[in-house]
């Protein structure tokens, strides 16, 4: 066991304002499972970069033992495999490289094959066995999830819950829960360790958010009482005052040495609930800075006439001679919530296309109502360039619509003048879904929606969908959404 000793690191990128890290100092322990949580856009890439040495920054980073980010680079996918892991680890032992194939379940004949010709499953998978080869070295693995179908995170979960000394980072609740044992959250106003997995760290939190909310609302009710205590001392010291020149009405003189002790008891009333005032700001100063904006999204989807809005009967998809899926049949009524599942290749994306009339090869029966609208959230977001108000004035879309539901999504105003491409694969995400949200559609089709969002902005989507059940087909790898929204699966 060792630690890694981070002391007052301040970091801002060239030309901003706002620092994304400000005298952060935290320990972690190399021995640590240590899952990395935060909102889009909080830093939790930036943080590995530091850790690796890229920035410049203030502070100081301080470790025994060096750092290794996954995932590995592979400038040529034509590579052989097996010289892909060389090229990471030059030392591998191959009995070692075996085991660690071997748990992760990848057949030994993939080392021979070429990199480009391995599923994503599989090259995250050898990506990882090669990593952990390396000794002395703590992992920072970002986002192995990605392109990972739930039988293989299943796997792969399990493979890094026998394995220790590495940052990861995730958004898949059920992941996170599998195989981490200290969870590390970037907030809005610090950052903070705690022991334990992601749901006890979540459970915590709206723990510390209900009683932040509670002393907020009891300390603004004691202010506003205070206030009005002060403003009644007040007016009464100045009725005081009045009488020092005054007479009683009796007519007798005023007794000035009466009236200035009770002046002066008043002063010092008017004191103690001044400072009385001032405690409960300060008190209320210190609420509320880490409770994540996570305001309720609204959809208003179109009925459609029909209660049936697409069929497939022993519909299979293919590509010249391959075929990606056999034998499909299901449909899909107003109201449902069809998650698509199955390992990556069955076929989930090319049916979503099917669905979305793209040409595309097909036999058997397949059945669109007349007139259908669909809103369709593809996976690529490569193709997102140029500004938000162009983006939304291109696809006909009310753009103050538009914004308001990424400010909800926590995108900060700042975000609405920058240029898409410089965008997080997150904020890109929730592009692609707010725009499908101000869409007037039948039906809603999202092809792996969750890639890159945050667990909060998840957790608003769920929400969301609950609600409004609005009709939806979707391909999401994420367990706990799937569990949580569908009302039918399609198993390939």
Not at 262 to 271: D, L, T, Y
Not at 296 to 316: F, N
Request: glycine share 6%.
């Amino acid at each position: 066991m060792s630690l890694i000793n981070i002391a007052n690191l301040t970091f801002a990128y060239e030309g901003s304002y706002d620092n994304i890290f400000d005298n952060v100092s935290l320990q972690i322990d190399t021995d640590w499972k240590l899952g990395l949580t935060g909102r889009n856009g909080r830093g939790k890439t930036t943080f590995l970069n530091l850790l690796l040495g890229k920035f410049e920054h203030g502070g100081r980073i301080s470790a025994s033992v060096g750092f290794e980010y996954f995932p590995f680079p592979v400038d040529d996918l034509s590579t052989n495999t097996l010289d892909v892991v060389r090229e990471i680890y030059p030392d591998y032992v191959h009995w070692e490289l075996m085991r660690e194939l071997s748990l992760l379940k990848v057949s030994e004949d993939v080392l021979d094959r070429p990199f480009d010709s391995l599923s994503n499953g599989e090259r995250t998978k050898v990506l990882l066995a090669a990593l952990f080869l390396k000794e002395n070295s703590f992992l920072l693995i970002d986002e192995p999830t990605n392109h990972l179908d739930m039988e293989a995170r299943t796997i792969v979960g399990d493979y890094l819950r026998m394995k220790s000394g590495f940052i990861l980072v995730s958004h898949d609740r059920s992941f996170l829960d599998r195989c981490v044992d200290h969870i590390l959250s970037i907030n809005k106003a610090d950052i903070e360790v705690q022991r334990g997995n992601f749901s006890s760290w979540w459970e915590n939190k709206q723990r510390q958010d209900q009683f932040e909310l509670a002393e907020n609302d009891k300390l603004r009710k004691d202010i506003k009482r205070l206030a009005d205590a002060a403003q009644r001392t007040s007016h009464w010291s100045d009725e005081v005052e009045k009488t020092k020149n005054g007479t009683r009405n009796s007519g007798s003189k005023v007794d000035k040495g009466y009236v200035g002790r009770k002046a002066a008891k008043m002063m010092k009333r008017s004191k103690a609930i001044e400072h009385r005032q001032q405690s409960a700001l300060d008190e209320k100063a210190k609420l509320l800075k880490n409770i994540e904006n996570a305001d309720g999204l609204k959809l208003s989807q179109l009925a459609y006439p029909k209660s049936r809005l697409v069929e497939l009967d022993r519909a299979s998809v293919r590509y010249g001679d391959k075929t990606a899926c056999r034998d499909v049949s299901f449909a899909i009524e107003q109201g449902d919530r069809v998650a698509l599942t199955g390992r990556n290749g069955s076929g989930k994306s090319s049916l979503i296309k099917l669905i979305c009339g793209e040409p595309i090869d097909y036999s058997g029966t397949f059945r669109a109502g007349s007139q259908l609208k669909i809103s369709y959230v593809l996976q690529d977001t490569s193709h997102l360039h140029g500004n938000l108000t162009d983006y939304a004035r291109d696809h006909g879309i009310d753009e103050s619509l538009f914004k308001a539901i990424l400010r909800k999504l926590d995108f900060a105003r700042v975000q609405f003048e920058k240029e898409m491409s410089a965008f997080s694969g997150g904020q890109k995400k929730k592009v692609l879904i707010a725009r499908s949200l101000c869409e007037k559609a039948h039906l809603l089709v999202w092809d792996e929606p969750l890639n890159f969002i945050d667990v909060i902005s998840r957790m608003q989507i769920e929400e969301l969908l609950l609600e409004y059940s609005p009709t939806i087909v979707f391909v999401e790898h994420d367990r706990e959404f799937c569990d949580n929204i569908a009302t039918k699966t399609i198993r390939l």
